[in-house]
């Protein structure tokens, strides 16, 4: 098995889909070990809590940044994480952490990167004018959501789009697309060439395809 350390903030609905993504059999040989946040009252935390999960929160108040990564790497390791999955956890995290998990720690956020990178990132759409969003997985790097992409998923930005509407839109495809992402990775099966993810031993269009009916 390989064993899943989420770190959030908030509501944790990143979290909740890949749960039932594990339950539901579609990431095979996952399991979650433990669940990190930094804010006492994430719902997402009370949500690890209810499915009998280990569910931490570590604070960071008070705390340096190397100090509080510090104490996440020990309670990851703690609890033999294999994979670290960021979903929703506000915090830039530092070098040291990056080492302790080199090319192991994901990260998803709500736009096409490299456009919309930071916070706000559904409402930076909308005042730029795109028409198309969506939501990117990718390794996390010592840079603000800039290290290697995993995966990708567009949708459209319509006319009568508020910020709301197009974060809902891009929020169910994130839901597909993390544990999209966590099994790609966990199949060990592919090479990072320069900034580029390549899947092994499966033709571009195949993967596409597999991908397709699987995830929908
Ligand atoms: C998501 O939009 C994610 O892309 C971003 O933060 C939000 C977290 O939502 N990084 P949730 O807590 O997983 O519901």
Not at 99 to 113: D, G, M, R
Not at 157 to 171: C, N
Request: charged share 25%; hydrophobic share 40%.
């Amino acid at each position: 098995m390989k064993r899943l350390g989420i770190l959030l903030s908030g509501r944790g609905s990143n979290f909740i889909a890949i749960a039932d993504n594990i339950a539901a059999g579609k990431i095979p040989g996952a399991e979650i070990a433990v669940v990190i946040s930094n804010k006492p009252y994430a719902p997402g935390l009370q949500a690890a809590e209810q499915r009998g999960l280990n569910a931490h929160v570590i604070q960071s108040k008070g705390l340096s940044r190397a100090e509080h990564d510090a104490a996440v790497v020990a309670c990851l390791r703690e609890h033999k994480v294999d994979l670290v999955c960021l979903a929703g956890y506000m915090r830039l995290i530092s070098p040291v952490f990056l080492e302790a998990f080199p090319n192991k720690v994901l990260n998803i956020h709500p736009s096409l990167l490299p456009a919309f990178p930071g916070l706000d990132a559904q409402r930076q759409a909308l005042e730029y004018g795109a028409q198309v969003s969506g939501c990117t997985v990718h390794f996390v790097d010592e840079n603000l959501d800039h290290g290697v992409i995993i995966t990708q998923r567009s949708v459209p930005v319509l006319p009568d789009d508020d910020e709301h509407a197009l974060a809902e839109r891009i929020l169910e495809q994130e839901h597909i697309a993390y544990s999209e992402a966590i099994r790609l990775v966990l199949s060990g099966d592919y090479e990072i060439c320069g900034r580029r993810y390549l899947q092994k031993g499966i033709s571009p269009r195949r993967h596409r395809d597999t991908e397709k009916s699987r995830w929908g």
